[in-house]
């Protein structure tokens, strides 16, 4: 027999006190797909939101091509966070780690050092068929782990497709990994990319590859100096660093609270994240009616049809749709 | 007094007999805000889809920096459709034209011959404030134009935004127009948008320009060669014309042509329109429920409360979203 599930004041009291299992076990069942699960889950945040102060906490997107070195750099920063009296939390987004099976953190080996750490929590990638999916869990897990009392959270992801682009809407600072001497377009950065990033990051400045950081770091510095200002106001900084010999993390984590600083100050820090809850409300509305919808008996008897009469072009997509949504009894 | 709209029946006989001031009319009621005339619009394309043949036509996608040459371009290959017994339609997607207040095809003079041929049809793009609603209205004026006998739908897209991907998915081929002697950097050409092309057209191959046409087509050949094969199987083209000087059309025509017969040939031609038709039946239910829902009367009166509570951080997007969801009364 299965043990039954902690009721949400069990999960409450637990997160609050930091507790791993059960702020472990909440995480899941934001993930899960079961509905009385996401009930729960709900629940459970609704709680916690009420008293959580995130503002003081710090979200932090990492990202960067295949072998520029994101466990190592996480790692790094993490073990640095740890030694300063910090509470990390790594999670990614991952939308890949459901067809290929390998999530970019589902490795914990990876980030020993962090894992082992009583002040760092790791959380690898939910799995999930839609980055849309797959964001939403995360962003939901960003809340869990605030309420647990963890106050910086990297958010790593692969650094190759649309999975920036949520990552950045749920974070603060958007951090970009580089490789030393080898161009954005060998390195398999996205165009827009380089434009979203707050800091940009030369890792495996080491050895004979110092020369050739400090010029990818010239090269990027240029690059960055053409770009529009930002909206809020923080001019990029490019910096080099070594998380292999844990160099150039200091410095690093000084221009992350610069960053932070001035965001607060100038109030764009609080702004950001009304605007990002705007989105993210807007977009779980939408993935909701979606549901709803496709899931309505009187959609999935004429569904179809419809679609049948449209894709043989006898039936244009607009007039489908008014068909089909007019069959949804709203009440109103 | 205004006059009354004409009836359905009315709309459906002169559109088939190819009155163009009913087309225009019905295209303005697509465009239309008002409620009854998207109706009215709805019923009279429903009507006439009946027994419009659509896979008889075929919708070109025309793209290209500002100061390609569009508008020449586009009246030199319309002249060319229509010395060939042809009835070419010329359709916009330029979302930026209602911010801006001018369209791209607004000024009609810019195609002064081809506007004054009984054989053709131009239409501006529609005034819309979204990128999807602009789309949408586009997307049914192509059904229109088609039911009205016009057999090559060209639809010009500004180049340099998401506009090209909304053109993409309602054609059947997506040309792309280049300048002599200069990269795709230089030119405002979006990554992406040379992977979309089926034919690319370095344009203003005349003159002294003639060289450095030939030379870009070559760059350009050599890019398309490293493309991964398209779906549809066919081999983008790079071809050189000058639109100016009417050179190069027959050629490109026929290249055209060729990629029509291979692509009628081996399915994909009709298998792109239903994916197509898909995916705009997708669209247009999104678009309806998102309408639907935010001018529900319970959610006009939750939204802002629960916004707020959002915002200040005092409720989780999901949860918010989820509440509002609530208040729908959906019939099951």
């Given at each position: 027999m299965r043990r039954p599930l902690p009721s949400v004041e069990q999960f409450v009291k637990g997160i609050r006190a930091s507790d791993r299992v059960?702020?472990?076990?909440?995480?899941?069942?934001?993930?899960?797909?079961?509905?009385?699960?996401?009930?729960?889950?709900?629940?459970?945040?609704?709680?916690?939101?009420?008293?959580?102060?995130?503002?003081?906490?710090?979200?932090?997107?990492?990202?960067?091509?295949?072998?520029?070195?994101?466990?190592?750099?996480?790692?790094?920063?993490?073990?640095?966070?740890?030694?300063?009296?910090?509470?990390?939390?790594?999670?990614?987004?991952?939308?890949?780690?459901?067809?290929?099976?390998?999530?970019?953190?589902?490795?914990?080996?990876?980030?020993?050092?962090?894992?082992?750490?009583?002040?760092?929590?790791?959380?690898?990638?939910?799995?999930?068929?839609?980055?849309?999916?797959?964001?939403?869990?995360?962003?939901?897990a960003i809340l869990l782990v605030e309420a647990a009392g963890f106050d910086t959270v990297i958010i790593e992801t692969v650094g190759v497709g649309q999975s920036e682009i949520a990552a950045q809407r749920m974070t603060d600072l958007f951090l970009l990994l580089l490789l030393p001497g080898a161009g954005d377009e060998l390195q398999g950065i996205k165009r827009g990319i380089v434009e979203m990033a707050d800091l940009l990051v030369v890792n495996k400045a080491d050895g004979d590859r110092i020369k050739l950081a400090n010029q990818a770091r010239g090269h990027y510095l240029n690059a960055t100096h053409l770009?529009?200002?930002?909206?809020?106001?923080?001019?990029?900084?490019?910096?080099?660093?070594?998380?292999?010999?844990?160099?150039?993390?200091?410095?690093?984590?000084?221009?992350?609270?610069?960053?932070?600083?001035?965001l607060l100050a100038n109030g764009f820090f609080a702004e950001n994240r009304r605007q990002q809850a705007r989105y993210w409300l807007e977009d779980s509305i939408e993935a909701g009616l979606k549901t709803m919808f496709y899931n309505h008996p009187a959609v999935k008897e004429k569904l179809a049809e419809v679609e049948a009469a449209v894709l043989a072009g006898q039936m244009s997509p607009t007039d489908a749709a008014a068909r089909l949504l007019g069959v949804v009894n709203w009440g109103s």
């Open positions: 059960l702020l472990g076990q909440a995480i899941t069942l934001v993930e899960s797909a079961r509905e009385d699960h996401q009930v729960l889950a709900r629940e459970i945040i609704a709680h916690l939101l009420a008293d959580t102060p995130a503002i003081n906490t710090l979200r932090i997107a990492v990202t960067g091509a295949p072998g520029v070195g994101k466990s190592t750099f996480v790692e790094a920063l993490g073990m640095y966070l740890v030694e300063q009296g910090k509470h990390p939390a790594v999670l990614a987004i991952d939308p890949s780690s459901a067809v290929s099976g390998g999530s970019i953190l589902g490795d914990k080996t990876r980030m020993e050092r962090l894992s082992a750490s009583e002040h760092a929590f790791i959380r690898p990638s939910p799995a999930g068929d839609s980055l849309g999916g797959v964001a939403r869990k995360t962003r939901e770009l529009p200002v930002k909206p809020s106001g923080w001019q990029p900084r490019v910096m080099v660093c070594s998380a292999l010999e844990n160099s150039g993390i200091t410095d690093l984590w000084d221009a992350i609270s610069a960053f932070q600083n001035d």
